[in-house]
């Protein structure tokens, strides 16, 4: 299963420049890596990373982490996979812009 880590830009370049990341400030703060699933992560883009530009998807496979992915309730008690790990820029199978359009952040076509 894939799941998904949205970027901002220079949190991209920090993770392609480090070769790993512990995440963006919110990840830090929270003790984990947020990660959405393919059906949470246009929300966790409007709720989250409204009107941002220059964003990066970044795919991962789930299975790739072992026991540091948990999955875990949070909005209205959905599961939703948190790392309890570093990020290697190596477990990133595929990586995508997420332009903006008309106010909205466009997935690509495999997600939907």
């Known amino acids: 299963m894939h799941i998904y880590k949205i970027f901002r830009p220079d949190e991209w370049q920090a993770l392609l420049r480090d070769g790993t ?17 393919a059906s949470q992560a ?3 883009a409007a709720k989250h990373f409204a009107g941002a ?13 072992g026991e ?3 999955w875990e309730p949070s909005r209205g008690g959905a599961l939703f996979p948190h790392l309890y790990a570093p990020l290697a820029l190596a477990q990133v199978i595929a990586h ?10 466009l997935f690509p076509a495999a997600m939907t």
């Open 21 to 37: 990341t512990d995440g963006a400030p919110v990840d830090l703060a929270d003790g984990f890596i947020h990660f959405s699933t």
């Open 42 to 44: 246009a929300e966790t």
């Open 53 to 65: 530009q220059g964003l990066v998807l970044a795919v991962c496979d789930a299975d790739d982490f």
């Open 68 to 70: 540091a992915l948990k």
């Open 96 to 105: 995508h812009p997420l332009p903006l359009q008309d106010g909205a952040h």
